[in-house]
Structures are given as structure tokens and as C-alpha cells.
């Protein structure tokens, strides 16, 4: 045990302690590494370009940033894909395709995670877009067989109103029958799923 006159020169030395840590400025928070500054400086670049539609600029800074190793380009994967539709179109697909490739989609993931799941709708509608319709249903085909595409309510849309599309466009009454049966069977998938609020609202539309 300590002496009576021990405390108090202990107590006497906290008390002091304190008194000098309150006369004390706070330190200054360490300045941010000219990697971050760089950083920064380059988003903040890349977004008030988008805000002129001064592409060719943003797309400069948004190269320079994937070239960042602390840069995820997952969280920047829609600019990209924005900055490639405006200047080089005919490059936006395989770019959508090296990102499903790299950031592949692993079932039981969180729904929020950014893969191949959030990339390929993407690709989907690029492939309409640029009125690739057999290779988007292939594309599709392919995909909804696996998990957690066949889990993606609007891939079912997209195939159905793609066989639509193709059915309107066939001469052979076969194929246009046949074309016609792949709308109805992923509408009524899509209905299963409860994409629609209002029940048969899609397979009514081909009767």
C-alpha cells in the first residue's frame, strides 16, 4: 500500500498534468498526402468537365484516375461508360465486357455489391441500343441460366420485349410462333417475380 504522502504526490502530479494538457493548442490534423490531394483534384476536375460537357477533358482525368491503385473503378464504372458513349461509341461494349470479366458476379453476395450483376444490364441495353438484338437474347440466354442473373427481374423484360421484336420481324410464320412463345414464357416469369404491380400486365399484352 502507499504512504498517505505518497497520493498526494501522485494526485499533485495528475493534477498538474491535466493542467498543462488544457494550456496546450491542439495539433494541427496532419496534412494529406499529395497522392490524396492529386486525388481529389482529379474528381473534382472530372465532374466539373461532365458539368460542361467538356468530354474529351473528363475522359483525360478519368484515365489518370484509374491509373490511381487507391482508385476503385467500380464506383466510377457509369462515368466511364457516359464519357465512352460520347466519344467512342464502338469501344463502350468491350469496356462493359472487361468489367464483367474482371469483377465477376458471386451468388449470395450483397445485393449492393458493384459486379458483372450491375455491369451486364448495362451491356444489354447498349446491345439494343446499337440494334443488336440476336446477340442481346443470346447474351441473355446465356446469362439467366446462372445465378444471380435469373434472380434479375428486368433481364425478363428485356428478353421478352427482344423476342417481341424479333418475332415482328419474322416472315416465317414458324419462327414468328416460336418468337412469340419465348415473350409470353418470360413475361409470365416476370410476373412470377412480381416485377409488375398490376398481375398479367405484360402477358396480356400479347394475348
Not at 13 to 24: A, C, P
Not at 25 to 50: D, F, G, M, V
Not at 118 to 135: D, H, R, T
Not at 191 to 199: G, K, Q, V, W
Given at each position: 500500500?502507499?504512504?498517505?504522502?505518497?497520493?498526494?504526490?501522485?494526485?499533485?502530479?495528475?493534477?498538474?498534468?491535466?493542467?498543462?494538457?488544457?494550456e496546450l493548442?491542439?495539433?494541427?490534423?496532419?496534412?494529406?498526402?499529395?497522392?490524396?490531394?492529386?486525388?481529389?483534384?482529379?474528381?473534382?476536375?472530372?465532374?466539373?468537365?461532365?458539368?460542361?460537357?467538356?468530354?474529351?477533358?473528363?475522359?483525360?482525368?478519368?484515365?489518370?484516375?484509374?491509373?490511381?491503385?487507391?482508385?476503385?473503378?467500380?464506383?466510377?464504372?457509369?462515368?466511364?461508360?457516359?464519357?465512352?458513349?460520347?466519344?467512342?461509341?464502338?469501344?463502350?461494349?468491350?469496356?462493359?465486357?472487361?468489367?464483367?470479366?474482371?469483377?465477376?458476379?458471386?451468388?449470395?453476395?450483397?445485393?449492393?455489391?458493384?459486379?458483372?450483376?450491375?455491369?451486364?444490364?448495362?451491356?444489354?441495353?447498349?446491345?439494343?441500343?446499337?440494334?443488336?438484338?440476336?446477340?442481346?437474347?443470346?447474351?441473355?440466354?446465356?446469362?439467366?441460366?446462372?445465378?444471380?442473373?435469373?434472380?434479375?427481374?428486368?433481364?425478363?423484360?428485356?428478353?421478352?420485349?427482344?423476342?417481341?421484336?424479333?418475332?415482328?420481324?419474322?416472315?416465317?410464320?414458324?419462327?414468328?410462333?416460336?418468337?412469340?412463345?419465348?415473350?409470353?414464357?418470360?413475361?409470365?416469369?416476370?410476373?412470377?417475380?412480381?416485377?409488375?404491380?398490376?398481375?398479367?400486365?405484360?402477358?396480356d399484352m400479347?394475348?
Amino acid at each position: 500500500m502507499f504512504s498517505p504522502v505518497t497520493k498526494r504526490k501522485v494526485q499533485t502530479g495528475f493534477k498538474r498534468l491535466e493542467s498543462v494538457q488544457k494550456e496546450l493548442p491542439a495539433l494541427p490534423a496532419p496534412p494529406k498526402s499529395l497522392r490524396l490531394q492529386h486525388i481529389e483534384n482529379l474528381r473534382t476536375l472530372l465532374h466539373l468537365c461532365l458539368l460542361r460537357a467538356d468530354y474529351p477533358r473528363a475522359f483525360r482525368a478519368f484515365s489518370l484516375l484509374l491509373r490511381c491503385r487507391s482508385v476503385d473503378i467500380r464506383l466510377l464504372w457509369k462515368i466511364g461508360l457516359e464519357l465512352l458513349n460520347e466519344l467512342e461509341p464502338s469501344k463502350a461494349r468491350e469496356y462493359l465486357q472487361r468489367l464483367i470479366a474482371r469483377f465477376p458476379a458471386i451468388p449470395g453476395r450483397h445485393k449492393t455489391s458493384i459486379d458483372a450483376h450491375s455491369f451486364f444490364p448495362a451491356l444489354v441495353l447498349l446491345q439494343i441500343k446499337m440494334g443488336e438484338y440476336g446477340q442481346a437474347i443470346s447474351s441473355l440466354d446465356e446469362y439467366l441460366l446462372s445465378a444471380p442473373f435469373n434472380e434479375n427481374q428486368p433481364l425478363y423484360v428485356y428478353s421478352a420485349m427482344l423476342s417481341l421484336e424479333m418475332a415482328n420481324r419474322e416472315e416465317n410464320h414458324y419462327e414468328r410462333g416460336r418468337w412469340l412463345e419465348k415473350a409470353r414464357q418470360q413475361f409470365a416469369k416476370a410476373d412470377e417475380m412480381r416485377l409488375l404491380e398490376t398481375p398479367n400486365a405484360f402477358t396480356d399484352m400479347i394475348g
